[in-house]
C-alpha cells in the first residue's frame, strides 16, 4: 500500500491523495473510518471525501460507493490499482486534518482509505509539493508503518514549526509547537516535560516505545489531546505557553493546565494504547466500539496526570490540591451522578458525553471526572492498608503485558480494594473521599454558595448580555419554580439585574421569596420562587493541607 499526499492546493484546504494497490482483489472493497480511536464519536471522515476515481493498466475503472464510508472499484485482481480523492481539511482540532498556506496536519483517518483484506500489510506514506521550508514531524520511522493501524495512529505534522529534543528513559523525545508567539521559552516547555517524562517512565518501569513525539498546535482559542502509541496531538491556547523573561518557579493557571495535558496524553501510551480495553482489541473503524472501561482508562489517566506533575516537582502540594478540589466540585455540581454509573456512562460516551447538551450534567456523569476521584479513593483506601494504586497500575501492565485487559483483571489486581471499586463504578452513591482525605491530613471545606447554586442554575452574566440561563439542575427550586435553559433573567422585585446575586441586595427586609420577571422566546415570564436554605453539597469544595505529615505519606 503506497498513499501520495500532495499539497499543492493548500489554498483551497484540500489534499490530494493517489492511492496505489499493487495486488487488489478483484472488486476491490475500500473505507474511510467513520471515528478516531480516543474520541468516541462517529465523525463520518468521509464527508470531506471528494472526486473519487480509480484507474488500472492506464484505463479508468468504475467505483461504486455502497454505503456513507465504503466503496468497491471494478478491478481485476493482481493488476496494479491505482485511486485519486481529495480531502478538505479545514479543522483545527487534533481528531481531524487541517491545510493552508502556513501548517498542514492530519490523522490518518481522515485521509487514508483502508484496502479491505490489506490492513495487516506494510503500508508506505509520500508527502508531495511541500512549500520551502516546510518540515515533517510524526513518530513514523521513514514515513512507513507496519500496517493499517500503526499508519493511522501516527499523525503528521507540516509546516516551519519550533521543534526541541530530550531523551527521558534512554528514550528520544522531540516536542514540536507550531503557531507560538515570539515570546515563547522553548527551553522551559522542554526542561518541564522532561521531568514528566521521567517520572512517568519511572513510575511504569519501561517505555514501550522506541521515540516519542508531542505534536502542539497554539491557536487563540482552544485545548484538547489525542493520544497515540508513539506520539499525541494537542491543542492549546497560545497565552498559555511559559514566556521568556518569566520567573524559573512561576507556573501560571493556563500553563499547568498545559503541563496537565501533555502529562494526560503521555500517560496514555501505556494505558489506553497499550492496556486497552479487551474490547477494543482490534479497532472496528466503521461503527461504535463500545466499553465499560473507560472510567478506568481516562478517568484513572486524569488521576495521574496531575499527581505526575506534583511527584516532578513542578508543583507543590497545595497547588495540586486545589486542582483535585476542582474536579471534586465538578463532579460534585452535577445530578447525574446519582443515576448513572460510570460504567453505564461509560458505555454511552458515545451519544451522552460526547454529545452533550443543557441536559446532560442531569443525564450521566464524566468517567474522566469521577473516574479520577474513583483513582483517588482506591489509592488511599490501598495505602491506608500498606498498598497503593501504584502498585496495582504496575501489575496490571505486568501481568497483561500491556496486552488489553477486562475488568475482572481490574478487580483481581485491586484484591481487598475490588468489592468497593466494583460498588463505586456500578453504582451511583457518591464516593467516600472526604473521610479518606480526612484521613491523610487534608482537611474539606464547602464554599458559601452563589445564589445560582443556593437556585440550581448555571447562568453566565456579563454587563452586555445580562444573566442567561444556561442549565437547570434536576430537583432543584429552579426547576420547580419553571426556569429553563434559554431564559434571560432581566428583573427581581422590579429591579433590573446583571448579576444574579444582585437579586439578593433587592431582596425586601424579610421577604423569602423571589420574584423574577424572565424573557422567553420574546414573552414576558413571571416566575416565584422560595428563597432556599443554604444546605451541605451546594456549592464547590476546598481542599487544604491540615496535617502536612499525614498527607506525606500520600503525597
Known amino acids: 500500500m503506497h498513499y501520495r499526499v500532495d499539497v499543492a492546493e493548500r489554498l483551497a484546504h484540500d489534499y490530494l491523495v493517489t492511492l496505489t494497490l499493487e495486488t487488489p482483489a478483484a472488486g476491490q472493497i475500500f473505507s474511510l473510518p467513520s471515528w478516531i480511536p480516543g474520541s468516541y464519536l462517529l465523525r463520518e471522515f468521509a464527508k470531506q471525501l471528494s472526486d473519487l476515481r480509480a484507474e488500472q493498466g492506464g484505463a479508468a475503472v468504475t467505483v461504486q460507493q455502497l454505503d456513507k464510508s465504503s466503496w468497491r472499484v471494478d478491478c481485476l485482481a493482481d493488476a496494479p490499482l491505482q485511486l485519486t480523492y481529495r480531502v478538505h481539511a479545514f479543522d483545527t482540532s487534533v481528531r481531524t486534518a487541517w491545510l493552508d498556506d502556513r501548517r498542514g496536519f492530519f490523522n490518518g483517518t481522515s485521509l487514508f482509505l483502508r484496502a479491505h483484506g490489506f490492513e495487516d500489510r506494510p503500508h508506505q506514506m509520500e508527502l508531495a509539493n511541500l512549500p520551502e521550508g516546510w518540515q515533517i514531524a510524526t513518530s513514523l520511522d521513514g514515513l512507513r508503518a507496519a500496517n493499517y493501524d500503526e499508519l493511522v495512529d501516527s499523525p503528521v505534522e507540516l509546516g516551519a514549526f519550533w521543534s526541541g529534543e530530550f531523551q527521558a528513559g534512554g528514550v528520544p523525545h522531540q516536542v514540536v509547537v507550531a503557531g ?55 491543542l492549546a491556547a497560545r497565552r498559555e505557553l511559559p514566556r521568556l523573561g518569566a520567573g524559573a518557579t512561576d507556573i501560571p493557571d493556563g500553563y499547568a493546565n498545559l503541563l496537565t495535558l501533555f502529562s494526560h496524553e503521555y500517560f496514555h501510551a501505556w494505558n489506553v494504547k497499550r492496556l486497552r480495553p479487551a474490547e477494543l482489541a482490534r479497532y472496528d473503524y466503521q461503527t461504535e466500539n463500545y466499553t465499560e472501561l473507560l472510567w478506568f482508562f481516562e478517568g484513572f489517566t486524569s488521576y495521574f496526570d496531575e499527581l505526575m506533575l506534583l511527584r516532578a ?35 454511552e460516551a458515545w451519544t451522552k458525553f460526547y454529545r452533550p447538551d443543557e441536559h446532560t450534567p442531569n443525564l450521566t456523569v464524566s468517567y474522566y471526572g469521577k473516574g479520577a476521584l474513583v483513582a483517588c479513593a482506591l489509592d488511599l483506601s490501598l495505602r491506608r492498608e500498606g498498598r497503593s494504586l501504584d502498585e496495582l497500575m504496575r501489575s496490571l501492565w505486568e501481568g497483561s503485558d500491556g496486552a488489553p485487559i477486562d475488568e475482572d483483571d481490574i478487580l483481581t489486581i485491586a484484591g481487598s480494594g475490588a468489592n468497593a471499586l466494583r460498588a463505586w463504578v456500578h453504582g451511583t452513591e457518591d464516593l467516600p473521599l472526604r473521610e479518606l482525605l480526612d484521613h491523610f491530613g487534608v482537611a474539606w471545606r464547602e464554599d458559601a454558595p452563589s445564589l445560582a447554586q443556593r437556585l440550581g442554575l448555571k447562568v453566565s452574566e456579563s454587563a452586555l448580555t445580562g444573566v442567561q440561563v444556561k442549565q437547570v439542575f434536576a430537583g432543584s427550586t429552579a426547576l420547580a419554580a419553571g426556569f429553563s435553559p434559554g431564559d434571560e433573567v432581566l428583573a427581581c422585585h422590579g429591579w433590573r439585574l446583571r448579576r444574579l446575586d444582585d437579586a439578593l441586595a433587592v431582596l425586601p427586609a424579610g421577604e423569602q421569596r423571589l420574584r423574577f420577571l424572565i424573557s422567553r422566546d420574546q414573552r414576558l415570564v413571571e416566575l416565584d420562587c422560595a428563597l432556599p436554605e443554604v444546605t451541605a453539597g451546594m456549592a464547590g469544595v476546598q481542599l487544604a493541607l491540615a496535617d502536612p505529615a499525614a498527607a506525606r505519606a500520600w503525597l
Open 180 to 234: 507560538a508567539w515570539p515570546s515563547f521559552d522553548g527551553a522551559r516547555l522542554l526542561a518541564d516535560v522532561q521531568r514528566i517524562c521521567e517520572k512517568q517512565i519511572e513510575f511504569w518501569g519501561v517505555a514501550p516505545f522506541p521515540r516519542y513525539v508531542f505534536l502542539l498546535n497554539c491557536v487563540d482559542e482552544g485545548g484538547g489531546g489525542l493520544e497515540h502509541c508513539g506520539s499525541t496531538a494537542l
Open 313 to 347: 516537582g513542578l508543583i507543590e502540594a497545595p497547588r495540586y490540591l486545589k486542582m483535585l478540589a476542582k474536579t471534586v466540585s465538578g463532579v460534585l455540581a452535577a445530578p447525574g451522578r446519582l443515576r448513572h454509573s460510570l460504567a453505564e456512562a461509560s458505555f
